[in-house]
């Protein structure tokens, strides 16, 4: 009998499919990198989620996030993403934390689990480098994505252990962090060695100047905004996915 999950049985078998299905990823960070990586993830067969966002949509999401549409604007990321992931797969079971990681919660979102694979798509510098830390620590496989914002070369992405990488701000930023640490390798990131563009323009920050017809109460959290475009942070979501299922397989 086929199912939904038939095409990919093809590839992976019966064994495999069970694999992923008994699976629990976490997902830091759901968006324009990890919306895709959550949904790749659920489409893939992976069982299990815990989704973690403290964000709302916004309508300047909407050109890069697979969440994002003008009829979710204002609403959690972490609500509308289990809603599609269900959709895709009713039997999955998600839990949501629509929370801001820190180093300081940690426990709050591991509370004595250690899952089979966490992934990081975090903004802030200081946050990727707690979450690698905790990880490294427990045990727990961890992929980190590095800069995707103001790129235009999708093809540039790979991936590398933090050790190998070059070119990118963000990653030297947390390899620096992490040699403070005492961690030098040992987890795998998504990055591009191609240099950041610079924008062609400044907007004002999104938490004093929203665009979104909601007016700015769901925004108040937000930076800079960084340029961005919708092939781009799509791809090292799916690219991080794509590790994750390889390694849960064992491939």
């Known amino acids: ?26 997902i830091f960070g759901l ?6 990586t959550a949904e790749a993830l659920a489409r893939a067969g992976i069982g299990s989620f815990k989704l ?35 959709d895709i797969n009713p039997q999955a079971q998600i839990e949501i934390y629509k929370s801001f990681y820190s180093e300081e919660n940690t426990d709050y979102f591991f509370a004595g689990e250690k899952p089979d694979y966490v992934v990081d798509a975090i903004d802030t510098v200081k946050s990727k480098v707690s979450l690698a830390k905790e990880c490294y620590r427990r045990g727990i496989p961890f992929i980190s994505c590095m800069g995707a914002g103001n790129r235009l070369n999708a093809l540039s992405f790979r991936v ?52 979104c017809p ?23 979501g799916l690219l991080m996915a794509g590790e994750v299922v390889r390694d849960l397989l064992n491939l």
């Open 52 to 86: 973690i966002d403290f964000d709302e949509i916004c309508l300047t999401n909407i050109n890069r996030q697979l969440h994002a549409l003008h009829s979710t604007i204002g609403k959690p990321k972490v609500e509308v993403m289990k809603a599609r992931l269900l």
């Open 160 to 211: 590398a252990d933090i050790s190998k990488t070059s070119g990118c701000p963000l990653a030297k930023a947390v390899r620096k962090l992490l040699k403070q640490e005492g961690i030098t390798q040992g987890f795998k990131v998504v990055y591009s060695p191609e240099p950041p563009l610079k924008p062609l323009k400044q907007y004002p920050d999104c938490a004093t100047n929203c665009v």
């Open 214 to 236: 909601s007016g700015d109460a769901h925004c108040s959290k937000k930076r800079q905004i960084p340029g961005s475009i919708s092939f781009v942070p799509s791809v090292a």
């Open 31 to 36: 968006g324009g990198v990890g919306s895709f």
């Open 1 to 26: 009998m086929q199912h939904k999950f038939s095409r990919t049985e093809l590839l992976i078998g019966s064994e495999g499919l069970a694999r992923l299905n008994k699976s629990k990823v976490f």
